[in-house]
């Protein structure tokens, strides 16, 4: 479904942020791309959101190449703005009309979609949310939690066959963190493919995902199933995502891995 070509990204024409990645994600994958800050992530996923474009390489979406020329075609920016959406790291980027029930119709009525259709797909995602109470609230008077799911509920109501999530988890408290990752396991069997960036491990394992690993480099180091990846201790160590922590007690030394995820090992 997805797949990038030697995709390399700069800021600025100088500024490294990706190098020389490649990637195939298929139809109904969990794919997670974890890294420490400043590794990619997010920049990996607006590429494949069509926001911003590649210095080199291509990005192909079900064999179609998204590249600046194409998505200036009327046709083709309808055809991938229904099938991909995007759930950004900051629900205040995102959220800007009037009130709730606003936000989840916006997407609808953007791609011509009918109002009594639109106004059925905003009820059953305010429904599916657990949100129908705050239909009529303005967006800046919702809690961090209650905007998480609000911009959630504004990507659902097109019904893309994509669901991109920039580090979903962050700031969230353990109910709510709960609740989103329960709901993306029940989108991902409802047959949406979901491409997560974080660097929660804990995430990763719940989720199960195929992974990738952006180095601090800004390449892709390894991609491999959750198990694979999270028994690697080298390579999470190298690419920053874990750290180890050395004790002294008297004339003797211990060091053990530290992470949220892994439990302590201590070594003597």
């Keep these: 479904m997805i797949r990038l070509e030697n995709i390399s990204y700069h800021y600025h024409d100088n500024i490294p942020a990706l190098t020389g990645i490649d990637l195939e994600i298929k139809e109904g994958e969990r794919f997670a791309i974890i890294g420490a800050n400043g590794t990619g992530k997010t920049t990996l996923l607006q590429i494949i959101n069509g926001l911003i474009f590649p210095s080199n390489g291509k990005f192909f979406f079900q064999g179609k190449e998204v590249m600046r020329q194409t998505m200036k075609d009327k046709g083709f920016v309808r055809f991938f703005?229904?099938?991909?959406?995007?759930?950004?790291?900051?629900?205040?980027?995102?959220?800007?009309?009037?009130?709730?029930?606003?936000?989840?119709?916006?997407?609808?009525?953007?791609?011509?979609?009918?109002?009594?259709?639109?106004?059925?797909?905003?009820?059953?995602?305010?429904?599916?949310?657990?949100?129908?109470?705050?239909?009529?609230?303005?967006?800046?008077?919702?809690?961090?939690?209650?905007?998480?799911?609000?911009?959630?509920?504004?990507?659902?109501?097109?019904?893309?066959?994509?669901?991109?999530?920039?580090?979903?988890?962050?700031?969230?408290?353990?109910?709510?963190?709960?609740?989103l990752v329960e709901l993306m396991i029940a989108l991902n069997e409802a047959g949406k493919t979901l491409v997560i960036s974080t660097h929660d491990l804990s995430l990763v394992d719940e989720l199960q995902a195929t992974v990738g690993v952006l180095s601090e480099q800004h390449r892709l180091e390894k991609t491999g199933s959750a198990a694979d990846i999270l028994s690697d201790e080298n390579l999470l160590l190298r690419v920053n995502l874990i750290h180890e922590h050395i004790h002294r007690h008297g004339d003797r030394t211990h060091k053990h891995i530290h992470s949220h995820y892994l439990f302590h090992r201590h070594d003597s």
């Design 81 to 179: 703005r229904e099938r991909v959406g995007y759930v950004f790291q900051d629900s205040d980027v995102q959220l800007f009309c009037p009130t709730v029930l606003d936000e989840l119709l916006y997407g609808p009525l953007q791609l011509e979609i009918g109002g009594k259709e639109a106004m059925d797909r905003a009820f059953e995602t305010m429904k599916m949310l657990n949100i129908e109470h705050l239909k009529e609230r303005p967006t800046y008077m919702l809690s961090g939690g209650e905007k998480k799911k609000v911009a959630i509920g504004s990507v659902l109501t097109m019904n893309p066959e994509v669901l991109l999530f920039d580090e979903p988890t962050n700031g969230l408290d353990p109910k709510t963190e709960c609740f």
